[in-house]
């Protein structure tokens, strides 16, 4: 059953500075954007929050480019403008596989990086990519700005590190050697929730391997990538990451079916990448 409006508060900031006065001033306050996901809960009833910020205006987060040698990318960026970015392509191609893969075009064209992130969903399929790529993750408040590694930014389900007074102002990504690869398995190849997703980066110095939808959080292998390290063969990183992984039973998949299928994407991705 769709929620009612009638009780709830809407700011609307003219600025970066503006937001972020309001969070101090006027919270809590939950930021809000594209609303891909928001919208979801209002309709269905589900949606607690009953005072929001509203970002989509603040174009200043929208922007793609190269600072400091790193890919800084905008909270705001849509999935369609990182599917549209030389410079994405070129840098992080992994993350435009990924954008490809979010809902239908009309979600790429309102759903944000940011709010992917924010999010905090096990499932999201840009949380990989910016896990495998060792982003860091910019939190602004009127205090000033930190950064995050993107490995340390979630605490637990759908809970992270950010603070009520900060926003997820963009992110960075260091450049990144070796092949990148981006798997999602779902019910359907788009617009729908994936089962399993996988990003990774393979390179003669380590391969990066970060997987979705089979733990609380985004999992980085970390022991999988030691073992690949150290020479295992595939069928050896195969048995380390399906111990490694802790997925669950649900409406969507079984526990046994995630494991199985993570181990055949990192077969399918070391094969493919040497």
Same mark, same amino acid.
């Given at each position: ?153 979630? $605490? ?97 998949? $079984? ?20």
């Amino acid at each position: 059953m769709q929620s009612s409006v009638s009780h709830r508060s809407l700011f609307e900031p003219k600025s970066l500075p503006d937001a972020l006065k309001m969070l101090r001033h006027e919270g809590p306050l939950t930021p809000m954007a594209g609303c891909t996901d928001l919208y979801v809960a209002l309709n269905f009833g589900t949606l607690k929050e009953t005072r929001f910020l509203n970002l989509w205006r603040l174009t200043a987060l929208r922007s793609i480019e190269v600072r400091r040698g790193a890919l800084a990318i905008g909270a705001l960026a849509t999935f369609t403008d990182l599917r549209r970015s030389a410079l994405v392509r070129k840098r992080l191609p992994m993350l435009v596989a990924a954008a490809r893969e979010v809902g239908g075009v009309q979600i790429q064209n309102r759903g944000t990086l940011g709010g992917n992130v924010a999010n905090a969903s096990p499932a999201g399929d840009a949380l990989p990519v910016l896990a495998a790529a060792d982003a860091l993750v910019l939190l602004q408040s009127s205090d000033g700005l930190r950064r995050v590694p993107f490995n340390a930014f979630y $605490t637990g389900y759908r809970t992270t590190v950010r603070r009520p007074d900060e926003l997820i102002v963009g992110f960075e990504v260091p450049p990144v050697r070796g092949r990148q690869w981006f798997r999602k398995v779902g019910t359907r190849a788009a617009q729908a929730i994936s089962k399993v997703v996988m990003a990774g980066i393979v390179h003669r110095s380590g391969s990066r391997i970060a997987l979705g939808s089979v733990a609380p959080t985004v999992v980085r292998a970390a022991r999988t990538e030691a073992a690949l390290a150290a020479g295992a063969s595939i069928d050896a990183a195969q048995a380390t990451l399906m111990d490694e992984i802790a997925p669950i039973d649900d409406l969507r998949s $079984t526990e046994e079916y995630r494991r199985r299928v993570a181990a055949n994407l990192l077969a399918q991705m070391l094969r493919q990448s040497r």
